[in-house]
């Protein structure tokens, strides 16, 4: 009967029979535990030659000797002989020392089980009833896909002394493009602090004993300010709980994360920062908006669009070959627009809307620099949007006539 344990080898001397293929993914595992490596082979692969080399590893080059085990915690055996490979567990059984092998058909006294993590949880699958790796492996893959999609029980039950903060991007709000490092740490997490944006669907999926803490802000209407915020992370983390911040976008791209992770690092508390895909690309990217396209535009300018157009903004307005994306910038567009007509930009530029971009409700509005604030009005343009200007918004660039003209055009 197999009774699946998990050894700790680090520093621990590990010793593998077999120099072969099979043996050196099986040593890039062990020293991946931190186990100290001693190959016993006559020859040995090109890759396990440069560890030996760079003294990553030692290196008896000549055949097995009971002898060579008497100092080790763990055994590995993959000589691609039988008798060679019954002779190494023989004597790791001699010596107390557990022992895998590989070998075709072999026994011994241990199985590296297929194996899958998330955050700091290790699953191992082996066979009860002799070793069949495929099967394994299999059930290994299934189960790490329900810890990828955030379907399984990651929560710790036992609090930590001292909690920690995951600052996530959770993209542009479908839950599918959430990445699968997000949805593993809401999986985990005690506390989620959420925005109005973002993947708030996957809150639905959470346990009725997670907190959530709504601070998502609205045009003009900030109910929690960013001290307050900062507080609410650093003192949950306090508590030993694990908190995720789950943001719309990208952490870093007008989201603030940068003071969230300041705030945590002041108080001591550990914090991580998980990409999003930021609007700035993907909203663009869903009205079929490519924000650069090769012999059309090569770069890209990302603004807050409720702050009067800095000069480097104004000249890329004026380049033909720039794209300017400006996120929150429906309140402040009018502005916007007289900043690029009294620098130059010409009235013909092209601009598109796309508001509440992947979602059912998105539309987009296409018009152009001299038409934009009538155009927006006449739509009703409201947020979230963002706003493309420039050459790559043409409405026929990558969409066919006859779809454009669908569109909301001025």
Known sequence: MIALAGLDLT???????????????????????????????????????????????????????????DDAWFCHTATGSA???????????????WCVNAGHGGKGTARLAAETTSDDVLVGVVST???????????????????????????????PLVGSVALVGGGPGPVDLLTVRGRALLAAADVVVHDRLGPTGVLAELGDDVELVDVG??????????????????????????????????PFVYGRGGE???????????????????????????AGIPVTHRGVAGTLHVVNGQESPSPATLAALRDDTATVVALMGVSGLARFVDA??????????????????????????RSTMERAVPDAAAHGLRNPAVLVFGEVARAELLLPAVVAQGEGVG
């Open 11 to 69: 520093d621990r001397l590990v010793v593998c029979v077999g120099g072969g293929r099979v043996a050196e993914r099986r040593i890039a595992r062990l020293r991946a535990s931190g186990a100290r490596i001693r190959v016993v082979a006559p020859e040995v692969t090109d890759g396990l030659a440069a560890l030996a080399a760079a003294g990553t590893i030692d290196w008896a080059a000549r055949p097995f000797d009971a002898s060579d085990l």
């Open 83 to 97: 008798t060679v490979d019954a002779l190494v567990v023989d004597a790791a059984e001699a010596r107390r020392v």
């Open 129 to 159: 009833a002799g070793a069949d790796p495929r099967r394994s492996v299999a059930v290994r893959d299934a189960i790490a896909d329900g810890l990828a999609a955030g379907r399984l029980p990651l929560r710790r039950r036992r609090r």
């Open 217 to 250: 802000k609205r045009p003009h209407h900030h109910p929690v300010p960013q001290d307050e915020i900062n507080a609410i992370l650093v003192d949950r983390a306090s508590r030993g709980l694990r908190v995720v911040r789950l943001k719309g976008g990208d």
């Open 260 to 286: 969230e992770v300041i705030a945590c690092r002041a108080a001591g508390v550990p914090v991580e920062v998980v990409p999003g895909i930021s609007s700035a690309i993907a909203v663009p990217e869903s």
């Open 340 to 365: 690029a007509r009294a620098a130059g930009a010409p009235a013909g530029r092209p601009v598109a809307f796309i508001e509440n971009g992947h979602t059912p409700q998105q539309r987009t509005i």
